[in-house]
T-cell receptor, first 114, second 112 residues
Framework: GDSVTQMEGPVTLSEEAFLTINCTYT??????LFWYVQYPGEGLQLLLK???ADDKGSNKGFEATYRKETTSFHLEKGSVQVSDSAVYFC?????????????WGLGTSLAVNP | NAGVMQNPRHLVRRRGQEARLRCSPM?????VYWYRQLPEEGLKFMVY????????ESGMPKERFSAEFPKEGPSILRIQQVVRGDSAAYFC??????????FGPGTRLTVL
């Protein structure tokens, strides 16, 4: 079945460092890909998404490109801030019909130190 | 437009009691998804509902769990005879037809 694999954390960076969180997927067909962020004690917020190959999702300085040839959707940010400390989840959903249930990676915890 | 509402935010139950979790989708959204986040595990899909219909319950445990999304009112996830292993965060998400899901703040269930 479909699955998502993301790099294990925790990831600890200094402020203004470059961030990469790797995400690869296995899916039949052509899924949509998502990054969600969960701040401590809160729910999940959509960070960015891409719905087809070579699309680039971007938001708040974060970017990820849908790479069909490598089945990847790595999250990047050029300069992280302390406020980016959170857990980041990569997810996919199918594009057929109305059922868009999300298949999730295990999450990667990011801590940014001042 | 208010976001997805879930209540209660925190719920404590003793083993054998019932837990009822409520989810009010965003205005205009007729699709609701429930997910469970177990400690030290990722999020898992549980059930997908449209108004008055269960579309996909492939992620629901076969016993003790049920869900509904009536014509009027919130979606309800019901857990009967709770056990300690049910302790988790339960998130619902709503979407317009076949589109991005928007999540509520979650209900954190603790079973004593």
């Amino acid at each position: 079945g479909d699955s998502v694999t993301q790099m294990e954390g925790p990831v600890t960076l200094s402020e203004e460092a470059f961030l990469t969180i790797n995400c690869t997927y296995t899916a039949t067909g052509y899924p949509s890909l998502f990054w969600y962020v969960q701040y401590p004690g809160e729910g999940l917020q959509l960070l960015l998404k891409a719905t087809k190959a070579d699309d680039k999702g971007s938001n708040k300085g974060f970017e990820a490109t849908y790479r069909k040839e490598t089945t990847s959707f790595h999250l990047e940010k050029g300069s992280v801030q302390v406020s980016d400390s959170a857990v980041y989840f990569c997810a996919l959903s199918g594009n057929a019909g109305n059922n868009r249930k999300l298949i999730w990676g295990l999450g990667t915890s990011l801590a940014v130190n001042p | 437009n208010a976001g997805v509402m879930q209540n209660p935010r925190h719920l404590v139950r003793r083993r054998g009691q019932e837990a009822r979790l409520r989810c009010s989708p965003m205005k205009g959204h007729s699709h609701v998804y429930w997910y469970r986040q177990l400690p030290e595990e990722g999020l898992k899909f549980m059930v997908y509902l449209q108004k008055e219909n269960i579309i996909d319950e492939s992620g629901m445990p076969k016993e003790r769990f049920s869900a509904e999304f009536p014509k009027e009112g919130p979606s309800i996830l019901r857990i009967q005879q709770v056990v300690r292993g049910d302790s988790a965060a339960y998130f619902c998400a709503s979407s317009p037809q076949g589109d991005t899901q928007y999540f509520g703040p979650g209900t954190r269930l603790t079973v004593l």
